[in-house]
């Protein structure tokens, strides 16, 4: 049985729940919707509104490999306040980034919608730019999303990038610094064995974000979002069974999956607190042809200090003692 929330709930947190619900709302819906609604006016007397954008869209195909663009205002919007304040999500800074350095940063874990990621990078929700003034931070995002009609214009002006190497090049090759490229390493696969109290992260094996920072002598920058995995529940899908069959078949098709998750209400989050935070920034010298001996040194470095960033800080946001990370 449904269980409405009472009238005595303050507005506040009324406003909390309708600004996530649209955001869960956008990411299920409004890529389809903006393909259809793109199609549909082509069969009406609007037709030249499709054939006007299919033609903005066609000038601007190259720009989620190009930085995208950011529109510091729509980041500031208080409605990203409301979102932050739902979970609540914080952002914890423990070292100050060089705004003359350009910033690679792996995001860890990646959870079912990546929501700490986005509020922290995406917005200015937790206060991204006062914790660390002069630094733009983009967010890789799969190049499936920029092929939606209007959509693509949507997360584009939040300050999100196609996931391939010539996007991670043009934004950590900027001179002057003060760039961040986040990263959320363990992609799709990871998002597969996401759920409370998961600490699996795959990382053992992935190898090209490390290229690319001693290609472009981008520090790295470990991340950990301690609740990530928390506000969603998965539907069983441990190896053997035929849904993750089904679920890694897709992926390997489309890059993408289909994750059967839900939360306090359908795909309403629960409200759980995220934390995520900043790790001290890893030195990393310009090595234009790095050999796979440098990679590997590098990669089982950042891996050390993701591990030490975890162990430093899991007991104040409950994790248990004999908790640990499992790469993979």
Known sequence: MVEFAPLC????????????LQAVSCLVSMAILSYVVFIGLLFTRFWIISILYAVWWYLDRAKPWQGSRHIDVLRR??????????????????????????????YHPHGIATVGAFTNFCTDGTG?????????????????CFWAPVFRDYIIISGMVAADKESASHILSREGGGNLLAIVVGGVQE????????????LRNRKGFIRLAL??????????????????????NSPGTWLRWFQDGLQRVTRGSILLVYGSFGLMPYRRP??????????????????????????????????????????????????HLEFY
């Open 9 to 20: 709930v303050p507005w506040k947190r009324r406003l909390q729940t309708l600004v996530v």
């Open 77 to 106: 919007w208080s409605v990203w306040k409301y979102m932050k304040d739902y979970f609540p999500i914080l952002l914890v800074k423990t070292a100050d980034l060089d705004p003359s350095r350009n910033y690679l940063v792996g």
């Open 128 to 144: 991204f730019s006062s914790l660390f003034p002069g630094i733009r931070s983009h967010l890789m995002v799969l190049n499936l």
């Open 191 to 202: 998002a597969l064995d996401a759920r409370p109290g998961g600490y699996k992260l795959v």
């Open 215 to 236: 290609m472009h002598g981008a520090d790295l920058v470990p991340i950990f979002s301690f609740g990530e995995n928390d506000i969603y529940d998965q539907v069983e």
């Open 274 to 323: 995220i934390t995520t935070v900043v790790g001290k920034p890893i030195e990393v010298q310009k090595t234009p042809h790095p050999s796979q001996e440098e990679v590997d040194r590098l990669h089982q470095h950042y891996m050390t200090e993701l591990e030490n960033l975890f162990e430093a800080h899991k007991l104040k946001y409950n994790v248990p003692r004999d908790q």
